[in-house]
């Protein structure tokens, strides 16, 4: 269902934000991609109070659309309301970061709105001028500690050093 934006309320109980930096991608995502929204349309309650979609109507706003879609919670209880808030916005799945290595542009999935690791290697070689390069035909070993707040991106960052090493420095290898 099509409405007019302005008829849809914001949920001012939804525990979820975004920052500035997110949400000017999401914005550059609506407006390079607005048929998206079909497929991912607003959920409301029967009084068009958000359920679903509270940054994507933000971002609607900004963008200046004027009719967005919606798909509307009937005969939903609070409970439910409350539980699809929060059900909605979980991530259960993880991504298959050899796939999109080896299937997208990462410029692109950053542009999407994917958080990538994606420096510019080209100037390691000059962070510190003094320190000998080490033999890469010996056996050198680097430990990698991961603060427990970055536990659950154990994978992204395994990748982005597997990319690091093989884009810049043959014979490195992660076992």
């Given at each position: 269902?099509?409405?007019?934006?302005?008829?849809?309320?914001?949920?001012?109980?939804?525990?979820?934000?975004?920052?500035?930096?997110?949400?000017?991608?999401?914005?550059?995502?609506?407006?390079?991609?607005?048929?998206?929204?079909e497929?991912?349309?607003?959920?409301?309650?029967?009084?068009?109070?958000?359920?679903?979609?509270?940054?994507?109507?933000?971002?609607?706003?900004?963008?200046?659309?004027?009719?967005?879609?919606?798909?509307?919670?009937?005969?939903?209880?609070?409970?439910?309301?409350?539980?699809?808030i929060?059900?909605?916005?979980?991530?259960?799945?993880?991504?298959?970061?050899?796939i999109?290595?080896?299937?997208?542009?990462?410029?692109?999935?950053?542009?999407?709105?994917?958080?990538?690791?994606?420096?510019?290697?080209?100037?390691?070689?000059?962070?510190?001028?003094?320190?000998?390069?080490?033999d890469?035909?010996?056996?050198?070993?680097?430990?990698?500690?991961?603060?427990?707040?970055?536990?659950?991106?154990r994978?992204?960052?395994?990748?982005?050093?597997?990319?690091?090493?093989?884009?810049?420095?043959?014979?490195?290898?992660?076992?």
């Amino acid at each position: 269902m099509i409405v007019d934006i302005n008829t849809i309320k914001y949920n001012t109980d939804n525990p979820r934000i975004i920052k500035d930096f997110k949400f000017q991608k999401l914005v550059k995502s609506i407006k390079e991609f607005p048929e998206m929204l079909e497929k991912r349309p607003i959920i409301v309650d029967e009084d068009m109070i958000v359920l679903g979609g509270n940054m994507r109507l933000k971002a609607c706003h900004e963008v200046g659309l004027n009719k967005v879609h919606i798909d509307i919670a009937k005969n939903w209880t609070k409970e439910q309301k409350k539980e699809f808030i929060i059900k909605d916005n979980v991530g259960f799945g993880e991504w298959d970061w050899d796939i999109l290595a080896n299937s997208f542009d990462t410029t692109e999935l950053t542009d999407w709105g994917l958080d990538t690791i994606n420096h510019d290697w080209g100037d390691l070689d000059y962070i510190d001028e003094d320190v000998n390069k080490p033999d890469l035909n010996s056996h050198n070993t680097i430990v990698v500690t991961i603060p427990d707040e970055l536990i659950d991106e154990r994978d992204k960052i395994e990748y982005e050093i597997k990319t690091l090493l093989s884009d810049n420095f043959s014979g490195c290898e992660i076992k």
